[in-house]
């Protein structure tokens, strides 16, 4: 038994395996700023004392964490097609990966905001400043950046989730390199390539959020406290 | 609702009373502070001293009782809890200065969010206030670069930007060491003599002996003794005789 590679056969396909990355990186960008803004909004919703706001955001956390993502995905899908509305595969993909990665930033966002010490919103009450800017001035960012290494994982991992959106057609890595193993008949090779491919999107997402770390507390660039 | 009539005390408690569950903290508190006056509250621990405090600027709500802060009913629930916090400053023993934001960004936040003020006059301002309290080279500092008593100063330099009417101060020098203690008390002594309204909690008995124009001293939730600050050498129920003896009164 011997095992032959033949990658030149797959890597000529590189272009479309470009543009799935490019569409996976795509898909993983929008769905991040926009999971990023729920999740956030579910986490001040939950800590409110309006208790049917607080109980929606719970049941909302809850449910998307308790079911696959494939699942999720489906629903929305088919979903907005039973309502006679027509999306792009593309853009039902960004919906459905919004809503579940918004789930876990709820989540980890919920933590930050706990970890925020009572005296710091005291402090801020006390100079009058109101509720919202209280949460925009104080609690944000403080509590973004106690969470951070937590939040930048989750979207990472939304990123290699995002896989799942082949099952809708969405033309994504994983989609592509489904029908180039069906084209060339070199399944294996292919997903090594896939394999590195996001290996290589996960470094470039890292990357990304270091650098938007730097950016976003200045503190830390100056005194040079790693995150 | 404003009353700033010179005659109205800036902060008056009327049989103010406030349990926690089961435990009355405040029993019938009552007290009044004169606009330029300086009222030390003092007492053992648990006496609910804090609590006062915090009662004036509604970190607290009472059970009953009155509480007028420069003109606001306080007791009431309807009160203007904004309109009240621009004119009550309140500083806390853990100095609670904003960790992610500069000296500078922590004095101006409010000046600019709350009163509207444009950046440039809010920087100004907090020049201004922090060559009150001696620390004007630290303006670009992180709060984690600077020492507990310059904090400490930090931030009461950023309640000053709220030019408030008056000043609460919780045992603000509780967490330092004697030296860094002295800078701050320091600063606070200024504040006095340039006039400004304060109710300061405080264990530091020789510097309330100092400073304050009228010692409140608490005892199980209650206002046991009240008068100058000579009733501190010369008290008159043995609480406060007992509380003064036990190495609570050092200059
Ligand atoms: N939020 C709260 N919930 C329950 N009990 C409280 C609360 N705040 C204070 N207490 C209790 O009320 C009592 C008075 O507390 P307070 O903080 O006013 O005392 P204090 O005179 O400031 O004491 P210290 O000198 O130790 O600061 C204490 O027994 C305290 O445990
Ligand atoms: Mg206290």
Not at chain 1, 18 to 25: E, F, N
Request: proline content about 4%; some cysteine.
């Amino acid at each position: 038994m011997s095992l032959q590679l033949d990658f030149p056969a797959v890597l000529e396909r590189w272009p479309s395996f470009l543009a799935g990355a490019v569409l996976t990186l795509e898909l993983a960008a929008f769905a991040t700023v926009l999971g990023a803004l729920l999740g956030t909004l579910a986490a001040v919703g939950r800590g409110t004392h309006n208790a049917l706001i607080a109980g929606a955001c719970k049941a909302y956390v809850e449910t998307i964490r308790n079911t696959p993502l494939l699942v999720q995905i489906f629903l929305v899908y088919f979903g907005l097609a039973s309502l006679g509305l027509k999306f792009s595969a593309f853009a039902v993909a960004v919906a459905a990966l919004t809503i579940n990665v918004g789930a876990y930033t709820a989540e980890i966002m919920r933590a930050g905001f706990e970890a925020i010490p009572r005296g710091q919103i005291e402090a801020a009450e006390g100079l009058a400043l109101s509720r919202l800017q209280i949460y925009w001035h104080i609690i944000l960012l403080p509590a973004v950046e106690k969470v951070y290494p937590a939040l930048t994982s989750q979207f990472v991992l939304l990123m290699l989730a995002s896989s799942v959106c082949s099952q809708i057609s969405a033309e994504e890595l994983t989609a592509v390199a489904n029908y180039i193993q069906s084209d060339t008949y070199r399944a294996f090779e292919t997903y090594i390539i896939v394999a590195v491919l996001y290996v290589i999107l996960s470094l470039v997402m890292r990357a990304g959020f270091w650098g938007l770390g730097l950016v976003l507390f200045p503190r830390r660039r100056r005194l040079g406290t790693p995150l | 609702m404003q009353q700033n009539s010179s005659s109205e005390p800036i902060v008056s408690l009327r049989n103010v009373q406030k349990s926690f569950g089961p435990l009355r903290v405040l029993d019938g508190v009552s007290f009044a502070v004169e606009r330029g006056e300086v009222l030390a509250l003092i007492g053992r621990s648990g006496s609910g001293k804090s609590t006062a405090l915090r009662c004036i600027d509604r970190f607290e709500k009472v059970d009953g009782g009155e509480i007028v802060v420069c003109g606001h009913r306080v007791d009431r629930p309807d009160v203007d809890l904004r309109a009240l916090r621009q004119d009550v400053g309140i500083v806390f023993q853990s100095y609670n200065l904003f960790p992610h934001l500069t000296i500078e960004q922590n004095i101006t936040l409010a000046p600019c969010a709350v009163k509207g003020m444009a950046t440039a006059q809010a920087r100004d301002l907090a020049r201004k206030v922090l060559a009150q309290v001696g620390l004007e080279e630290k303006l670009h500092a992180y709060p984690e670069q600077l020492s507990g008593g310059q904090q400490q100063r930090a931030a009461i330099a950023r309640s000053l930007a709220m030019q408030p009417k008056v000043m609460l101060f919780d045992e603000v020098t509780s967490a330092l060491d004697p030296e860094l203690t002295a800078e701050v008390l320091k600063v606070i002594e200024q504040l006095a003599a340039d006039g400004m309204t304060m109710v300061m909690v405080t264990h530091e008995m020789g510097f309330a002996k100092g400073i304050a124009d009228r010692i409140v001293f608490m005892h199980r939730g209650k206002v046991h003794e009240t008068g100058p600050a000579s009733i501190l050498t010369s008290p008159t129920t043995p609480e406060l005789t007992q509380f003064v003896g036990t190495g609570n009164l050092k200059s």
